[in-house]
């Protein structure tokens, strides 16, 4: 059901080579301005199959890419290198850019979020930035351990190797749903586990910039809209944060865990489209 509504949207299934890297993507129609979705960790472009409706309508061009090593895209030989925010973020950017895309807008989920983080502080082509199961943080492990609640599933995040009781386990969590659906777990089971592996471990070694002093020091609006029961975001350390040009300068909490934009979409493309448009 998700797919057809998609291809009813114009959305295409692209294959583009970036820094040797061959990449999935799903862009829509033409258009001047970009939105980029950047899907979560051990996920894939499918997570945003439900925003495609409301983005194509407000004339904006989609592009929803399967990161390095997940969905349908290879997986990446210099796993070290690729599988950080840096990493993820040139080679996103320079995707934006082949496909015709000045300017851009990202809306990041989760590890998506921080690679939006990273083009934001990277950038000046990205417009604006809206955040959803990502908490700001400094790239050490106190930071880390500030924004993010610690739990089972937390743990799974960097783990290389998934058994089958990990993978039900942590889609559950990133999905907030009580049973794991098989396009999920099909997506889970296709990630290079380095990617899992390297992204933690070079986040907690402090490869890329520093999120706190991007959201507390950059001038382009940035919006968060998250899930009042996200099992992994700590939701105090949120709203404490200082921020330069947040829309409605304060998170907007949404009844849902920590993927609002599959869970309650209807609730998600209203609040994010009415952050784009005050975005311009």
């Known amino acids: 059901m998700a797919e057809r509504r998609s291809l009813a949207h114009n959305i295409r299934l692209r294959e583009r080579?970036?820094?040797?890297h061959r990449l999935s993507v799903l862009t829509g129609s033409p258009a001047r301005v970009g939105v980029l979705l950047v899907h979560g960790n051990s996920s894939s472009s499918s997570a945003f199959y439900a925003q495609f409706g409301t983005l194509t309508r407000m004339g904006l061009g989609v592009v929803a890419p399967d990161l390095p090593g997940h969905g349908r895209s290879a997986w990446s030989n210099t796993p070290r290198s690729t599988y950080s925010f840096p990493g993820y973020a040139r080679i996103l950017h320079e995707l934006m850019g082949e496909l015709g895309f000045k300017t851009y807008h990202i809306v990041g989920w989760s590890l998506g979020g921080h690679i939006g983080l990273e083009m934001l502080a990277r950038y000046r082509e990205v417009r604006s930035l809206l955040l959803t199961g990502t908490p700001p943080v400094r790239l050490d492990p106190a930071g880390i351990s500030a924004g993010f609640r610690w739990t089972p599933s937390t743990?799974?995040?960097?783990?290389?190797?998934f058994s089958d009781d990990d993978c039900?386990?942590?889609?559950?969590a990133m999905m907030g749903c009580p049973r794991a659906s098989d396009q999920h777990l099909a997506a889970a089971l296709r990630t290079d586990g380095n990617a899992r592996k390297w992204m933690v471990q070079n986040g907690m070694a402090g490869v890329g910039v520093?999120?706190?002093?991007?959201?507390?020091?950059?001038?382009?609006?940035?919006?968060?809209?998250q899930g009042v029961q996200d099992p992994f975001v700590n939701l105090n350390y949120l709203s404490k944060l200082k921020y330069r040009n947040l829309w409605t300068k304060k998170p907007v909490l949404i009844d849902a865990g920590h993927a609002p934009h599959w869970q309650v979409p209807t609730t998600f493309n209203e609040r994010m489209k009415e952050f784009l448009v005050h975005a311009g």
């Open 210 to 225: 520093d999120e706190v002093d991007t959201v507390e020091t950059d001038e382009r609006p940035i919006a968060i809209v």
């Open 155 to 161: 743990a799974l995040a960097g783990r290389r190797h």
């Open 168 to 172: 039900r386990r942590y889609v559950r």
């Open 17 to 20: 080579t970036i820094r040797a």
